[in-house]
């Protein structure tokens, strides 16, 4: 199982560079199958970068810290 206080923590790390941008990331949900649910607020919403974002960013980094992670989706 994929601790929660872990993956808050790297969040975290990641949080300043999408902040920066006037946006955040919300840790909603990690599923059974360890596939992670986040969503993405503030200017992310919508925005057309958002899934590069998601994939190329913050799910690289989750599962260079946590490789049990199998994927990581944004939610509405």
Do not use: F
Request: charged fraction near 30%; proline fraction near 4%; aromatic fraction near 0%.
């Amino acid at each position: 199982m994929i601790n929660k206080e872990t993956l808050e923590s790297i969040l975290d790390k990641i949080r300043p560079a999408i902040q920066a941008d006037g946006g955040d990331v919300e840790l909603v949900n990690i599923r059974e199958d360890n596939v992670v649910e986040v969503r993405l607020k503030g200017a992310c919403n919508g925005c057309p970068m958002a899934t590069l974002t998601l994939k190329a960013g913050i799910e690289r980094i989750i599962k260079e810290e946590l490789p049990e992670v199998k994927e990581v989706v944004s939610v509405g």
